[in-house]
């Protein structure tokens, strides 16, 4: 008898210790809160990608610039905080920070940002209803833009935010890319769909793989991975993402590596908050800009042996700080104890990645309620510009 009960016992153990080892596998997710985002969204979700099904491929070789110094293939956009000079009106342009000239050639982005939003419905739609329509006709557009020969877009951003006069491009212009993000993930959530042929998705891979390698070897790439604010953040998101699609594993973890020591330390002060960007003309905006990709880049670098939602720095800096220094001006914008944005105050904030994320992460109610209650859908393409996580049920 005492054999038996050493045998149950010993396999109870096991039972117990196999199931706290599935259980720290896991990644911290709240699963009654993606419950409701998924309900709150689907209405929406399936009128876009009503939408999307209408839409025709139209790539950057649709339009051009004379000003651009690049070819028919090769992105091209300005500088949006340049201005002709007053005094010297036919000369180079000069920096107003924060304001936006309209004038500025952006047809490039908006042809970008319109890929996002229809890749984004169709995997967000396909992920709710795993009707491969969506995917069949998402397959047409990865073509155009990253396959065929006479419309797709080369894998640099060499003439990305030039300023007439002065640069015929600038690594900052490398932010123009986030919004391929969701182009990326949005392969990865429909690419073992029966309709996705193997090589469409070996051709887009391929793109993104190549332009990883440009964003890490190149002049302007560098440079942007070395600068001290958002623009660092974002070159890491991005690089994140297309990584992850990639599955190149070695550049993922000298990423995970990078927002340890080098972004979260270097760019958030103890309290939270992002000097750097609150000492820009607009601070609210650029706050809650950078907290969003450092969010995302936690959702998207975390494994279970190396969880970003739980690290913190010796002088405890975590996204967790950076969340709660935040929220209570996205709860109650009043309260932002700064000057104004110069532009556009009045539409921030919306439905911030960093509240849905971190309320998953943290299983936390407040942030998801506030979540809900902000827009969704904002029109303004300044809004859009900075948002490049519209669609967050193909990231959870």
């Given at each position: 008898?005492?054999?038996?009960?050493?045998?149950?016992?010993?396999?109870?153990?096991?039972?117990?210790?196999?199931?706290?080892?599935?259980?720290?596998?896991?990644?911290?997710?709240?699963?009654?809160?993606?419950?409701?985002?998924?309900?709150?969204?689907?209405?929406?979700?399936?009128?876009?990608?009503?939408?999307?099904?209408?839409?025709?491929?139209?790539?950057?070789?649709?339009?051009?610039?004379?000003?651009?110094?690049?070819?028919?293939?090769?992105?091209?956009?300005?500088?949006?905080?340049?201005?002709?000079?007053?005094?010297?009106?036919?000369?180079?342009?000069?920096?107003?920070?924060?304001?936006?000239?309209?004038?500025?050639?952006?047809?490039?982005?908006?042809?970008?940002?319109?890929?996002?939003?229809?890749?984004?419905?169709?995997?967000?739609?396909?992920?709710?209803?795993?009707?491969?329509?969506?995917?069949?006709?998402?397959?047409?557009?990865?073509?155009?833009?990253?396959?065929?020969?006479?419309?797709?877009?080369?894998?640099?951003?060499?003439?990305?935010?030039?300023?007439?006069?002065?640069?015929?491009?600038?690594?900052?212009?490398?932010?123009?890319?986030?919004?391929?993000?969701?182009?990326?993930?949005?392969?990865?959530?429909?690419?073992?769909?029966?309709?996705?042929?193997?090589?469409?998705?070996?051709?887009?891979?391929?793109?993104?793989?190549?332009?990883?390698?440009?964003l890490n070897t190149s002049?302007?790439?560098?440079q942007e991975k070395t600068?001290?604010?958002?623009?660092?953040?974002?070159?890491?998101?991005?690089?994140?993402?297309?990584a992850k699609l990639c599955?190149?594993?070695?550049?993922?973890?000298?990423?995970?590596?990078?927002?340890?020591?080098?972004?979260?330390?270097?760019?958030?002060?103890?309290?939270?908050?992002?000097?750097?960007?609150?000492?820009?003309?607009?601070?609210?905006?650029?706050?809650?800009?950078?907290?969003?990709?450092?969010?995302?880049?936690?959702?998207?670098?975390?494994?279970?042996?190396?969880?970003?939602?739980?690290?913190?720095?010796?002088?405890?800096?975590?996204?967790?700080?950076?969340?709660?220094?935040?929220?209570?001006?996205?709860?109650?914008?009043?309260?932002?104890?700064?000057?104004?944005?110069?532009?556009?105050?009045?539409?921030?904030?919306?439905?911030?990645?960093?509240?849905?994320?971190?309320?998953?992460?943290?299983?936390?109610?407040?942030?998801?309620?506030?979540?809900?209650?902000?827009?969704?859908?904002?029109?303004?393409?300044?809004?859009?510009?900075?948002?490049?996580?519209?669609?967050?049920?193909?990231?959870?």
């Amino acid at each position: 008898m005492k054999k038996i009960y050493c045998s149950i016992l010993i396999a109870l153990v096991y039972v117990l210790q196999t199931a706290f080892t599935l259980y720290q596998l896991q990644l911290p997710g709240d699963a009654n809160i993606q419950k409701q985002a998924r309900a709150l969204l689907k209405q929406q979700i399936l009128k876009d990608a009503e939408w999307a099904m209408q839409q025709q491929p139209v790539t950057i070789t649709a339009s051009f610039s004379s000003r651009s110094a690049g070819g028919k293939h090769d992105f091209f956009s300005e500088a949006d905080y340049f201005w002709p000079d007053p005094q010297n009106p036919d000369g180079p342009y000069i920096n107003r920070d924060g304001l936006t000239n309209p004038d500025n050639f952006v047809e490039h982005r908006k042809a970008m940002i319109r890929l996002s939003k229809i890749i984004g419905a169709f995997a967000s739609a396909y992920k709710i209803t795993g009707d491969e329509k969506y995917v069949k006709q998402a397959v047409l557009h990865l073509k155009a833009w990253f396959i065929n020969s006479a419309t797709k877009m080369n894998p640099n951003l060499l003439y990305a935010q030039a300023v007439k006069g002065k640069f015929t491009g600038r690594n900052y212009g490398i932010i123009d890319t986030i919004q391929l993000m969701e182009v990326a993930q949005g392969v990865l959530v429909m690419e073992n769909a029966q309709v996705f042929d193997k090589q469409t998705a070996a051709g887009t891979k391929k793109w993104f793989a190549d332009y990883i390698n440009w964003l890490n070897t190149s002049k302007p790439g560098i440079q942007e991975k070395t600068v001290k604010n958002n623009h660092a953040t974002c070159w890491a998101m991005q690089v994140a993402s297309f990584a992850k699609l990639c599955n190149d594993k070695q550049m993922l973890d000298s990423l995970r590596i990078r927002y340890k020591t080098i972004l979260l330390p270097g760019q958030m002060a103890v309290d939270g908050s992002f000097p750097l960007e609150m000492a820009r003309t607009k601070p609210y905006g650029y706050s809650i800009f950078n907290l969003d990709a450092m969010t995302m880049l936690c959702q998207i670098l975390s494994t279970p042996k190396d969880n970003l939602w739980n690290y913190e720095t010796p002088d405890g800096k975590s996204i967790r700080k950076g969340i709660t220094y935040l929220y209570p001006f996205i709860a109650d914008k009043s309260k932002w104890t700064l000057a104004p944005d110069v532009m556009y105050w009045d539409n921030w904030p919306v439905a911030q990645p960093f509240l849905l994320f971190g309320a998953n992460a943290y299983h936390h109610a407040d942030w998801f309620a506030t979540w809900q209650k902000l827009d969704h859908k904002p029109q303004v393409e300044e809004v859009i510009r900075n948002l490049p996580v519209r669609n967050p049920l193909i990231w959870l």
